[in-house]
Nanobody, 122 residues
Framework: VQLQASGGGLVQAGDSLRLSCAASGRTFSTYAVGWFRQAPGKERRFVAAISMSGGSTYYADSEKDRFTITRDNAKNTVSLQMDSLKPEDTAVYYC????????????????WGQGTLVTVSS
């Protein structure tokens, strides 16, 4: 499966942004998908994940009240709605897919998109 992340941009603190991850292939519904982010000079870290069916979602503690992950298997897309953005949310956001169960561990994901930059100004 090939992934294409989009939707990043420059916003102000408190604004919202919606990221999309578009996938190729007819078997997208057999992949769990996660979002990760990497801020400058920092390690990549988990943001959110969603199961193959979309019935289960997982969030990092710092994002669970502000971010929402959803998927539309008919359209081969996973979205990350980000609300109440903070300057510390500034990072390159990556979507990733795995044939296994949804995980917070980046090593569980086999396929990665190219990343989309989110910049939140104060």
């Amino acid at each position: 499966v090939q992934l294409q992340a989009s939707g990043g941009g420059l916003v102000q603190a408190g604004d919202s942004l919606r990221l999309s991850c578009a996938a190729s292939g007819r078997t997208f519904s057999t992949y769990a998908v996660g979002w990760f982010r990497q801020a400058p000079g920092k390690e990549r870290r988990f943001v959110a994940a969603i199961s193959m069916s979309g019935g289960s979602t997982y969030y990092a503690d710092s994002e669970k009240d502000r971010f929402t992950i959803t998927r539309d298997n008919a359209k081969n897309t996973v979205s990350l709605q980000m609300d109440s953005l903070k300057p510390e949310d500034t990072a390159v956001y990556y979507c990733a897919a795995t044939k296994g169960i949804a995980s917070m561990d980046s090593y569980e994901y086999d396929y990665w998109g190219q990343g989309t930059l989110v910049t939140v100004s104060s």
